[in-house]
T-cell receptor, first 113, second 112 residues
């Protein structure tokens, strides 16, 4: 079953604008990860935030986590056409389960030059 | 550096035919290995994972099976494909714990 749900499903912006994607989840988590997928390719890990962290930065990426609201956001600043891709959040459960990162359905981001 | 190879990139198979998708990882030992399936416009569904040779955990009962004959080799199989097996199959590995997943480039399977 789906754990994370991204919002919006699709987002279209102009180059240079910021893009914000949200992820909500249902159960307690150990960590939350964001991945990027270019069309027809595998996913690439972007950033991981642990349940005891509230904010994390990596280059133009900023991720926040609010465990009380069971939600996370991914902000891409100063977007570029090359950022066009689908973005997925994935939640890791408590107990360090070997199996299960549970992925949402993704947000399809289109950055127009 | 670690790399993951997955093949073939695309595959068209008739209903009822067998399937074998292969995935190999280089540059690491004893990785956790995963098979995911992605339907069009959907998220990823975990099919199988393995924490060691010969150890396979199935997440979703279905027409598929997985095997890990060697430490860095993971195979997804079916004896008889169904139309519903069509999709984008992704192999991935990680070292364990909360380490990130590293994905292959996927196999686009179309069952006709």
């Amino acid at each position: 079953s789906q754990q994370g749900e991204e919002d919006p499903q699709a987002l279209s912006i102009q180059e240079g604008e910021n893009a914000t994607m949200n992820c909500s989840y249902k159960t307690s988590i150990n960590n939350l990860q964001w991945y990027r997928q270019n069309s027809g390719r595998g996913l690439v890990h972007l950033i991981l935030i642990r349940s005891n962290e509230r904010e994390k930065h990596s280059g133009r990426l900023r991720v926040t986590l609010d465990t009380s609201k069971k939600s996370s956001s991914l902000l891409i600043t100063a977007s570029r056409a090359a950022d066009t891709a689908s973005y997925f959040c994935a939640t890791g459960g408590l107990g360090g389960s070997q199996g299960n990162l549970i992925f949402g359905k993704g947000t399809k981001l289109s950055v127009k030059p | 550096s670690q790399t993951i190879h997955q093949w073939p990139a695309t595959l068209v198979q008739p209903v009822g035919s067998p399937l074998s998708l292969e995935c190999t990882v280089e540059g690491t030992s004893n990785p956790n290995l995963y098979w995911y399936r992605q339907a069009a416009g959907r998220g990823l569904q975990l099919l199988f994972y393995s924490v060691g040779i010969g150890q396979i955990s199935s997440e979703v009962p279905q027409n598929l099976s997985a095997s890990r004959p060697q430490d860095r080799q993971f195979i997804l199989s079916s004896k008889k494909l169904l139309l519903s097996d069509s999709g984008f199959y992704l192999c991935a590995w990680r070292t364990g714990g909360d380490s990130p997943l590293h994905f292959g480039n996927g196999t686009r399977l179309t069952v006709t």
